[in-house]
C-alpha cells in the first residue's frame, strides 16, 4: 500500500548484493599425446618442524622427537628406495629448517632425481600471518633449500595448506611457477594471483584432505590427531577408489604423505600396493607436480580466482574477523 500523499516505496538494495562469488568453475585439461590423466606422489618432509610449532615446549620431550626424526633417518631411505624400484619421480616438499636439520637426506632426495619444493621454513602456522613475515618466511626458505642441496624450487606449499590472500602473489614475485595448496578443483589450473585475471598467475595443483597420510595415521598424546590410528588396508582402500575415480575423469590424483607416518614398513608395503594399481591403469601419467604444472602452463588456459567471501551486510548478527 502508498501512504497518502506518497508514491510507491523504493526497494532498497537486494539483501545479496555483492555477495555473489566471481569464481568460474574450473575445467578438464587435455594432457600429453597417450596420456589420459596424471597421478603424483608427494611427500612432506616436515620431520620435528610441525609438532615444534604445535608446542614449542616439545622441544625438550625426547620421544615426540624421535617419532619426527623417524622420516628423515628412516622413512625417506625407505620411501627413496621404493620409487628407485618403480622408477618413478616424486615432490618432496621440504621445509627449510627440516634442510638445515638432516642436509645429507635431502641432498640424496634431490642426487635420486625427485623434485624438491618449499613448504615454508618451520611449518610455521601461516594462519593471519603478515606479508612481511610471510615473505621473511619464504626468502630464509628459499636460502636453506640452496646452501643444503643446491635447488632453487619452482613449486610451494602451504604448511597445513593454510595459504592467506596475499601468499599467490608472494610466491610469484619470487619467482615461482606453482602452488599446491588450495582444494577447490579436481584438475591443475592458472591462479590469478591478484583479484584480477590480469595480475600474473602460478599454476594450481590442486589437493584434498582425503588423499593425505596425516589424516589417517598421526598421533601423538596431547599434540597431533585424533587418538585413532586408521589400518593401512583402510587408507589404501580409500586412495585406490579415488585414484580410479579421478583416472576416470582425467584430473591429477595428487597424494600427499609424510615420511614419519608412510614410512613405517606396513604403511611403505601399502604405497607400493597403490602404486602397483597405478601402473595398470591406462594413460596414466606418473609423474612430478612440477612436470604437471609445467604441462599446465603451457596450455594458454584462462587464469582463475580464489576470491575471498564478503560478508553480509543486512546480517548484524554474523561475526566480524578481528581487525
Given at each position: 500500500?502508498?501512504?497518502?500523499?506518497?508514491?510507491?516505496?523504493?526497494?532498497?538494495?537486494?539483501?545479496?548484493?555483492?555477495?555473489?562469488?566471481?569464481?568460474?568453475?574450473?575445467?578438464?585439461?587435455?594432457?600429453?599425446?597417450?596420456?589420459?590423466?596424471?597421478?603424483?606422489?608427494?611427500?612432506?618432509?616436515?620431520?620435528?618442524?610441525?609438532?615444534?610449532?604445535?608446542?614449542?615446549?616439545?622441544?625438550?620431550?625426547?620421544?615426540?622427537?624421535?617419532?619426527?626424526?623417524?622420516?628423515?633417518?628412516?622413512?625417506?631411505?625407505?620411501?627413496?628406495?621404493?620409487?628407485?624400484?618403480?622408477?618413478?619421480?616424486?615432490?618432496?616438499?621440504?621445509?627449510?629448517?627440516?634442510?638445515?636439520?638432516?642436509?645429507?637426506?635431502?641432498?640424496?632426495?634431490?642426487?635420486?632425481?625427485?623434485?624438491?619444493?618449499?613448504?615454508?621454513?618451520?611449518?610455521?602456522?601461516?594462519?593471519?600471518?603478515?606479508?612481511?613475515?610471510?615473505?621473511?618466511?619464504?626468502?630464509?626458505?628459499?636460502?636453506?633449500?640452496?646452501?643444503?642441496?643446491?635447488?632453487?624450487?619452482?613449486?610451494?606449499?602451504?604448511?597445513?595448506?593454510?595459504?592467506?590472500?596475499?601468499?599467490?602473489?608472494?610466491?610469484?614475485?619470487?619467482?615461482?611457477?606453482?602452488?599446491?595448496?588450495?582444494?577447490?578443483?579436481?584438475?591443475?589450473?592458472?591462479?590469478?594471483?591478484?583479484?584480477?585475471?590480469?595480475?600474473?598467475?602460478?599454476?594450481?595443483?590442486?589437493?584434498?584432505?582425503?588423499?593425505?597420510?596425516?589424516?589417517?595415521?598421526?598421533?601423538?598424546?596431547?599434540?597431533?590427531?585424533?587418538?585413532?590410528?586408521?589400518?593401512?588396508?583402510?587408507?589404501?582402500?580409500?586412495?585406490?577408489?579415488?585414484?580410479?575415480?579421478?583416472?576416470?575423469?582425467?584430473?591429477?590424483?595428487?597424494?600427499?604423505?609424510?615420511?614419519?607416518?608412510?614410512?613405517?614398513?606396513?604403511?611403505?608395503?601399502?604405497?607400493?600396493?597403490?602404486?602397483?594399481?597405478?601402473?595398470s591403469l591406462d594413460g596414466l601419467w606418473i609423474t612430478t607436480v612440477g612436470a604437471v604444472a609445467k604441462h599446465t602452463a603451457s596450455l594458454n588456459l584462462a587464469p582463475r580466482t580464489c576470491p575471498q567471501p564478503a560478508l553480509p551486510t543486512d546480517a548484524y548478527w554474523v561475526a566480524r574477523p578481528p581487525d
Amino acid at each position: 500500500m502508498t501512504s497518502a500523499g506518497r508514491g510507491p516505496a523504493r526497494p532498497g538494495p537486494a539483501s545479496g548484493a555483492g555477495l555473489a562469488s566471481s569464481a568460474v568453475p574450473p575445467v578438464p585439461i587435455s594432457w600429453p599425446a597417450g596420456v589420459s590423466a596424471a597421478a603424483c606422489l608427494t611427500f612432506d618432509m616436515d620431520a620435528e618442524a610441525p609438532i615444534l610449532t604445535a608446542d614449542i615446549s616439545s622441544i625438550n620431550r625426547m620421544t615426540p622427537m624421535s617419532h619426527q626424526s623417524y622420516g628423515p633417518l628412516v622413512g625417506v631411505p625407505r620411501i627413496l628406495e621404493l620409487l628407485g624400484r618403480h622408477d618413478i619421480k616424486a615432490t618432496f616438499f621440504v621445509p627449510g629448517y627440516s634442510a638445515h636439520r638432516y642436509p645429507e637426506i635431502v641432498r640424496r632426495i634431490a642426487e635420486a632425481g625427485h623434485e624438491i619444493a618449499h613448504h615454508s621454513y618451520f611449518h610455521e602456522n601461516t594462519i593471519g600471518m603478515d606479508e612481511k613475515t610471510e615473505a621473511a618466511m619464504l626468502d630464509l626458505g628459499l636460502r636453506a633449500l640452496s646452501d643444503t642441496a643446491g635447488v632453487r624450487p619452482i613449486g610451494y606449499r602451504a604448511p597445513m595448506w593454510e595459504m592467506n590472500y596475499h601468499t599467490p602473489r608472494l610466491l610469484a614475485e619470487r619467482g615461482f611457477e606453482y602452488d599446491s595448496s588450495l582444494m577447490d578443483s579436481d584438475h591443475p589450473y592458472l591462479l590469478a594471483v591478484g583479484e584480477t585475471r590480469d595480475a600474473g598467475t602460478l599454476v594450481e595443483v590442486a589437493v584434498s584432505w582425503g588423499l593425505d597420510d596425516w589424516e589417517q595415521y598421526a598421533y601423538l598424546p596431547g599434540l597431533t590427531g585424533p587418538g585413532v590410528i586408521e589400518s593401512p588396508a583402510k587408507a589404501l582402500e580409500m586412495w585406490v577408489l579415488e585414484l580410479e575415480a579421478m583416472h576416470q575423469l582425467g584430473a591429477a590424483f595428487v597424494l600427499c604423505c609424510h615420511p614419519f607416518l608412510s614410512g613405517r614398513p606396513s604403511r611403505a608395503a601399502v604405497l607400493e600396493r597403490l602404486i602397483e594399481r597405478m601402473k595398470s591403469l591406462d594413460g596414466l601419467w606418473i609423474t612430478t607436480v612440477g612436470a604437471v604444472a609445467k604441462h599446465t602452463a603451457s596450455l594458454n588456459l584462462a587464469p582463475r580466482t580464489c576470491p575471498q567471501p564478503a560478508l553480509p551486510t543486512d546480517a548484524y548478527w554474523v561475526a566480524r574477523p578481528p581487525d
